[in-house]
């Protein structure tokens, strides 16, 4: 069915629209961030000429080189490590039975619903007193269990639909358990795990109050929205097309991953939403 | 009628214990650095603590501050209208465009909802200068709407006390359609084409074909992104830290906004404590309340 | 349906019992009581080259206001030269962060060695209070301070532990006299035929004279909230006794914001800003940007720091002056961010030299050429910049008692209640007797405690 012409035109209006509208305040920042100074527009047309100049101000300043890093390690480190623990558990839930299981899953829930705030406090005192505040490890230890919720449950998704005959003919050929869980799920599987993986990335890099609240005195492993939000506070710096040139740096490495694999980004969220 | 098992030696499931050791290392990051915290967080909010000397036992008297404090009262209302901005028109405004599109065969659909999912990811620092340019004095919008001869509605939309709470909205808004687009077209894409086509035969128009098809689908869609609009609008720590700080005065403050300051400029960690278990029970009672209103109507015969 | 609330029956009490479980090992939170911090290894006189040799290589970590960075481009170089085991390496933090950060980094395993903190009960008091930061008598006397400083050195004093402020032994100390005062265009004021207004009364006149005229009377920038509260400074310090603030702001048994004069010091604020006389949208706008504005040629008049001086150089246009008569010059002012050692280094001497050369008689002139007023003695500075209006302002307001300190210091929380409800009332949105109330409440219940 294709509707009517009006109706094709109300759609294609509201969609283009729509995404003029999303993309706009993102596009705006990166013209800013290349305009130079003498053309201050006021950001509603271009610029005649374009700079790289800001980039370079906002890169020597802002240590935006350091910050990424920082961010790149906190992101794996915590995709890898929950990745792991998750399908751990989640092959338990799966495939054995044991006392509690219900319960156990229900007790999970919680870290899918806890705000941050909610935590944050002890956290904080928590990880002084193991020596951990200012580290990697103040950032990567709790993002690990805050995704331990999602993972397990999504997991166990995963291997739920493996069917039971490929696990079955794995024993019968001589397998234990554990070599099943990495011969036979763990394979089937992956693309699930790929998709989970996209998604703690996402929340991992972009993740701003646990690294202001545990990581404030450490520009050695700040993440970039921390570092980025400390730039822009700083009021030596207020020049906005600096800032602008500091916050698409921040935000390219993401929009690249996102423009290559959308389609894991939004079926990791839309999946979600059937599961529920 | 209970069926009883006869007597003699019961059948016993026969127990998976190694189960255990798979579980162990999930639930021991969880335990440590999830669930203890959260204890520790009620514990905390009934002692006066600095956070670095010793600490005096106050019982229900920072709970007490807490619910009689104007200002945390303000902050949550503040909150209630970001449930609006940042839940309640998105999904409003996700369902039209959905209502719309369903009618058409939309060529490019994909890069469309590509385009439209772009806020969501964005790092929330980076929406937050990107529109605090937009609304800067000499800014795009000021801009705009000077040339097309409306300088006079022109201002320091996030440092006027009559915008500055909607202006943050709309930053919302923006950051959350996306999200409601993409969950509500997914369940779209879910609907059998044939219950499209019973509606049509039976004469219904655009209207009726929405509210009976098509809204009553996405009941599931609906519920997800509710839960998570709302509690990014009770939360919204980010956006407010980056753009107003809860300002101008105290227009845009939101409850989490106080838990930092408590926490770690003001060090009265007890009194910052019982605002975090406030909030947290609110959210929970907020999306236990959505997930009862949003469930499936009678027994379900889906 | 029965079997889901069984279920959740049963979570929930599960989940009660690991609360109470994980409880079981909780006790009160918080360390033991600190100790006052001591000092076990008082010096005597300046530190030499040879004692911090005596450390070793070592690096020195500093946290300073970024604000000091071309104070510090040229000390550090020459601490570097005259202690050459010695590496600093300083972080700079804007002025709000350092605030919300310094506590709790002084309390931490890797502790700056030498910090700027703020004077006042929400800094200082907590700092002291904790035992973070070391008493500085010694080094006061090594380096002829306390003569420099005079009567204001009460600012940095404190009891043992923290309970009282203004005497005691001293915890900080700074090289700088900051104050609030009114940097004004000198062309446009000629051009009003106008003389720098020196009492309230001259001053609404002038600001009317330039409204009228099509000027922008008052220049103001208050995204950062803290700027508004000094400006109102010029105007209560006008209206209201300086010894009498001063007292509420440290503490003073008995001592009230909320007087007559108060009220009348914010209404007439207000009524600057409803007559049209503040430059538009000052609350989205950053003091920098009012700043620069203003060093552009906007407005007639801009009442702020003096560390303003930096950007609004130019002698020949600009000209600054300090508070009214009316109060004897009296505005927002004190000395500048004091440098702390912290109790816990284990570089001291190295810190104490450090801290010890900023606020000598030598580096003065080195801050003066960054147009910042030291509290030694210098010489009047070049004619042309607008240094020697800083020296005159500076002079004249502590001589007649004048620096009234900040309304922040007064307790840990009284920044955000001022800032907030001033904005509200300068935008329409309250009344003066109402935030007095508030400012009032809230150093009753901080002065109970």
Known sequence: MNGSRRERLLGYTLLVVGALLALYPFAS??????????????????????????????????????????????????????????????????????????????????????????????????????????????LILPQIATSVSLGVLWMRTAFAAVPPSLAEAASIDGANRWSTLWRVYLPISLPAIGTLGTLLFLYTWNEFLMALVLVPQNPAVQTAPLALSFFAGSTRNFDPAVTAAAAVTVALPIVAVYVVLQRRFISGITAGAVKE | MRIREPAGPTRRRRYD????????????????????????????????????????????????????????WQAAGHSMVFIVFYALVPTVLALVFIGVIARIRVRGLAFFRAALFVPYILSTVVVAIAWRWIFAESGPLNTALRSIGLGGLARTWLGDFDTALPSVGVIGTWV???????????????????????????????FREFFAVTLPALRGEIQVALVLMITAALRNFDIVWNTTSGGPGTSTTVPSYFIYREAFVTHHVGRASAIAVALTVLIIAVVATVMRLTREPGGGAR | MHHQRR????????????????????????????????????????????????????????????????????????????????????QYKSYNDLMATVLNAMNSADAPDVTQGNQGWATDGALVKAGLIRPLDDLAAAYDYEAAAGDSITQLEWSAD???????????????????????????????????????????????????????????????????????????????????TRAWITGVDGATF????????????????????????????????????????????????????????????????????????????????????????????????????????????????????????????????????????????????????????????????????????????????????????????????
């Open chain 2, 17 to 72: 214990w190694g189960a255990y050791l798979y579980l162990v290392p999930a639930f021991a990051f969880y335990v440590v650095f999830l669930l203890r915290p959260v204890v520790e967080s009620v514990w905390i909010a009934f002692f006066d603590w600095d956070g670095i000397s010793a600490s005096t036992w106050v019982g229900n008297a920072n709970f007490a501050d807490v619910l009689g404090s104007q200002q945390i």
């Open chain 2, 176 to 206: 959350m359609f996306g999200l409601a687009f993409v969950l509500f077209v997914s369940g779209l894409q879910a609907i059998p084409a044939e219950l499209f086509e019973a509606a049509r035969i039976d004469g219904a128009g655009p």
């Open chain 3, 7 to 90: 279920s959740g029956v049963r979570a929930l009490a599960a989940i009660t019992a690991a609360a109470a479980l994980t409880l079981a090992g909780c006790s009160a939170p918080g360390g033991g009581s600190s100790a006052p911090a001591e000092v076990t290894d008082a010096i005597s006189g300046p530190v030499t080259a040879e004692q911090v040799a005596q450390l070793g290589d070592l690096t020195l970590s500093v946290w300073a206001d970024q604000g000091e960075q071309d104070f510090m481009d040229k000390v550090i170089p020459a601490y570097e030269d005259a202690y050459p085991n010695v590496t600093v390496d300083i």
């Open chain 1, 29 to 138: 920042i990166v013209v800013l961030a290349l305009t130079p100074k003498g053309e201050r527009s006021g950001g509603v047309s271009l610029p005649s000429s374009i700079t790289l100049a800001n980039f370079a101000t906002a890169w020597t300043r802002g240590g935006f080189g350091q910050a990424l890093w920082s961010s790149l390690v906190v992101a794996v480190a915590v995709v890898v490590g929950a990745s792991l623990v998750s399908l751990l558990a989640a092959y338990a839930f799966t495939t054995m039975r044991f006392p509690a299981k219900s319960l156990l899953l229900a007790v999970l829930l919680v870290g899918l619903i806890m705000p941050y705030e909610g935590i944050i406090v002890p956290l904080y005192y928590l990880l002084d007193g193991m020596g951990l505040l200012n580290t990697y490890w103040a």
């Open chain 3, 162 to 244: 923290g309970s009282s402020f203004g005497s005691g032994s001293i915890y900080g100390m700074s090289p700088d006299n900051q104050m609030v005062g009114i940097f004004y265009n000198k062309a446009k004021l000629a051009a009003l035929g106008l003389d720098v207004p020196r009492t309230l009364d001259d001053f609404d006149k002038a600001l009317a004279a330039a409204k009228d005229a099509g000027e922008t009377p008052l220049i103001l920038g208050n995204s950062d909230k803290a700027s508004a509260m000094q400006t109102l400074s010029l105007v209560q310090g006008a209206l209201t006794p300086a010894a009498d």
């Open chain 3, 258 to 449: 909320d007087v007559p004069s108060n009220a009348e010091a914010i209404d007439h604020f207000a009524g600057w800003v409803s007559s049209g006389y503040v430059s538009p949208g000052y609350d989205g706008t950053s003091p920098d940007d009012a700043v620069a504005a203003f060093a552009a040629g906007d407005g007639v008049f801009f009442i702020g720091g003096n560390w303003y001086a930096g950007t609004i150089a130019d002698g020949a246009t600009f000209g600054f002056a300090a508070g009214l008569k009316d109060g004897g010059y009296a505005s927002s002012g004190s000395f500048g961010l004091p440098w702390h050692v912290s109790a816990k280094s284990d570089a001291t001497l190295a810190a104490l030299a450090f801290v010890g050369m900023i606020n000598s008689a030598d580096t003065a002139t080195t801050l003066a050429s960054v147009n910042r007023v030291p509290i030694h003695a210098v010489e009047a500075g070049e004619p042309g910049t607008i240094f020697p209006d800083l020296l005159t302002a500076s002079a004249e307001q502590l001589d007649n008692g004048g620096p009234l300190y900040w309304y922040d210091w007064a307790t840990d929380t009284m920044f955000d209640t001022f800032t907030s409800g001033l904005q509200e009332v300068l935008g329409g949105q309250g009344s003066s007797s109402d935030l007095l109330t508030q400012i009032q409440d809230d150093w009753a219940a901080f002065h109970t405690k």
